[in-house]
C-alpha cells in the first residue's frame, strides 16, 4: 500500500499488494500447513487482484482460507480488496487477523499503517509504519507512506521530506514517493521544486490519476500560465468532468486574458456547478492590458456593457458570505482607457450589492469620533507611503483604528509613528471579518481601495460603519453606493468650468484643499551615469515608468512623432514582470512606429527601487500618457528634478500632473492641450538645451510647494468633522 489519501477519495487503485506475496503464508514464527492446492489458489488470485478483477481474487482469497484458515497471506489481500472497496472496517479486521497469525512482515505492518492513517488515527498509524521499518529499513513504501502521514501530522516538512527521500534513494522510480514529494514541496511553497517532481512523475506514469491536475496547480503558483494551460488540458482529457480542473483552466485563460476563451470555461463551470450561477459571469472581471488599436477597445466595452445588462437581468440568489470566491470585480484596467468608468462601475455593483443585508452599524462612543482605515493584503506599500504621516498626525482626540492582513502589523506601525492606533487583523473567513471590523464601531472607515481584490471591493458592500469613504488610492469611483465619500482635489478635478466633475462618482465628492496625500521628497542618487545602464552619452532619454495598460493605442502615435523629429532621442519603457502583455505591447508599437523607430525604444527589464530612481535621475522627461496621468511617479519624478509632460483631460486620474504643477505655478509650461502641442513641448525639451536649463532652475525652485504639505491633516480632519454627526 503506497497511495496517499488525496488518491483514495478519488477512487483509484490504493495499494500494491503483490510485494513481498510471494509465499506471504508462510514465516519464520507461524507454523502452516498449506497444500499445494492452497499455493495455486494463492498465485492465481495474485493475478486476478493485479489485473483488477477484485471479485474474483476476493472469491479465491476465500476460497484458499477455507483449505487453510491460518493462510495469512490471505488474509492480508483480502484486507486489501476490502480497502480498495473503501470498507475500511472490514479490511482492518482483517489485515488485524493476518498480523495475528504472522507479525514479522514488514508489508503487514505497512499495510495496517496506510489503514490507520486512512482511518484517521495518526499516532497509531505513525507506530506502525516505524514498526515495519524496524523489520525492514530497506522498505521503499513504508518510507514513503510515512512521509505521507508526517505531512498529514503537520510534523516539520523536512522531517517529511526526508522519509519521502530516502524511499527513493531505495527506489528511485517509487511513483507514490514521487508524487508525495512534489505535493509536499507544493505545500511549501517551493513551487519550482514541486514542478520539476511532478514532470518526474509523470514520466514515470503518464497516466498518474490526477498528476497533470497537481502539476497544473504547481503551475499556477509559479506564474506559468501558458505551460499551467498545457497541463490542465491534458488534465481535463483525463476526468473532463472535474469542475476543479475546468474552474483552473478558466482562471488561466483569465490570466492570459483570454477573455472568449475564460467565457467558454466560465459557462461551462457555471453548467457543472449548478449551484454557483454567477461563474456565468465570471469572464467580465477581465479586461487585456494591451489592445491592438481603438477600435479593439470600443469593441471591448461595447461587449462589456452589454454582458453587464445581460448579468444584471438574469434572476439568481447570491451568498453573501461567498462572494469573494464566488463573485468578480471590476477590472483594474477599466480608468487606462481615458473613458469615466461611472456607469460600468454601477453596474458591476449593483449585481452583487442587493446580496448584503441591510445594517445600520452603531456609532462610537468615542468624543470626537473613532476613523478607520482599512487595507487589504497586498496594498500596503502605497497606502503606507501615502497615508502614514497623515493617520499619525490626525488630533489625537480621534481614536484610530487600522484593519490589515496580520503579515502587515509590522510594517504599519513602524510606519505610522502613533502609538494609541489599534490594529485590528483579518479572519480568514469573510464573514467574521465582517463582523470583527464592526465589532470596532467605527464612525468613519476610510478604505485605501474599493477593489480590485475581491475582498477590498466586498468589504464596503457590507456597509461596515455609519460613514464609509474611499480616495485616490481608488482610481476613480468605486461605484458602491454603499460608499458615501469619494475624497478628492480641488486640484486634481478638471479646472474646466465646463465639466462637472461630480458626475464622475457614485460617491458624493468632497474636495481638500491640498492633495489627498502627503509626500516626501525622495533623496537623489549620486554618481549615476548612462553607462551603467547600457545608455548612449547623448540624445533625450524619454522615460515611460507606468504600468503597461497605461500604454493606449493612441501613445504610439506621440512616440512614433517625437521619434522623428528628435533623430537622437530615444525612449525607455520600463519592463514590468507580465512578459506577455510586454510582448504584445512590442508588437504593436513595432507596428505603429515602424521599424526603425522602434529601434530606439528600449525596454528596460525589472529593476530594483534603488535602480529604478537611479535611471528616473537620468531621464531628461518623463512622457504621460494621455489616458492616465502620473501620481506617485511624478513625485518621484520631481525628486529627481526631471519634469513630467502631461496632457489636459477632463477625469481626475487624468489631471493628477497638471493639479501638481498647478500648485507649482508651472502649468502653461508643461500641461499641454492636444497631441499636436504635447509632441511639440516633448521635442522643444528634449532638444533644447537652453529651454531645458530653463525648466532645470525653475523645477527644484517650485517643488517645495507640494512635498510634505502638512495642511493635508487638517483637511481630513475637517471632512472627518463634517461626516461624523456631534452628539
Known sequence: MGSSCHEVRRGEPVCDPFAQQAGAGVGNKESERSSDRA??????????????????????????????????????????????????????????????????????????????????????????????????????????????????????????????????????????????????????????????????????????????????????????????????????????????IQTAIAFVHAQLERVDDARCAYRQVATMRGDRPIWKWKHLGICPTVFADDEAIEAYWARLQKELADCLDEPMELDWHSLPADGFTPPFNLPHHGRCCREVREMFAARFEPAFPRCAPQPSDSPLGRIGFLVTAGHEPGFLRGMARIIAGLDRRFEVVVFCAQRAVGRCQIAIRRNDVRYVTFSRRFDEAVDAVRSTRCDVIFFWKVGPDPWGYFLPMARLAPVQCTSAGCHGTSGVRAVDYYISSRLMESPDGAVDSRQHYTEGLFLLDTFPMLQSRQPSPKDVSRHEFGLPPRGALYLCPHRLPKYCPAFDFYLREILEQDRQGRVIVLGRTDARARELLQTRMRRNLGEARFRRVRFQPPMSVTEYYRLLHLATLVLDTPVYASSLTAYDAFSMGVPVLTQHGTLAVQCYAAGLYRRMGMETDLVTKDRDEYIASAVKIGTNPEYRDHLGRMLPERVAAVFDDQRVISEYERFFSSVIPQS
Open 39 to 244: 499455493d495455486e489458489l494463492f498465485q492465481q488470485a495474485l493475478r486476478e487482484h493485479h489485473c483488477g478483477n477484485l471479485t474474483t481474487a476476493q472469491r479465491l482469497y476465500s476460497e484458499i482460507l477455507n483449505h487453510d484458515p491460518n493462510h495469512a497471506g490471505a488474509w492480508h489481500a483480502l484486507g486489501l480488496v476490502d480497502f480498495a472497496q473503501r470498507d475500511l472496517v472490514s479490511a482492518r479486521k482483517r489485515i488485524e487477523t493476518a498480523l495475528a497469525i504472522c507479525d514479522a512482515r514488514s508489508s503487514y505492518w505497512n499495510s495496517y499503517g496506510v489503514l490507520l492513517k486512512e482511518s484517521g488515527e495518526y499516532p497509531a498509524a505513525e507506530a506502525a509504519l516505524q514498526h515495519a521499518l524496524e523489520l525492514d529499513r530497506h522498505c521503499a513504501d513504508a518510507w514513503s507512506n510515512l512521509g505521507h502521514l508526517q505531512r498529514l501530522m503537520r510534523l516539520p516538512p523536512q522531517q517529511a521530506e526526508r522519509s519521502l527521500r530516502t524511499a527513493l534513494r531505495l527506489v528511485p522510480r517509487h511513483i507514490a514517493a514521487t508524487f508525495h514529494l512534489a505535493d509536499l514541496l507544493q505545500a511549501s511553497g517551493r513551487h519550482m521544486d514541486a514542478i520539476g517532481q511532478y514532470r518526474r512523475g509523470l514520466h514515470l506514469a503518464p497516466d498518474h490519476p490526477g498528476a497533470y491536475k497537481r502539476l497544473g496547480e504547481a503551475l499556477i503558483s509559479a506564474e506559468l500560465w501558458e505551460e499551467a494551460g498545457e497541463s490542465l488540458d491534458e488534465a481535463s482529457a483525463c476526468d473532463p468532468g472535474d469542475p476543479e
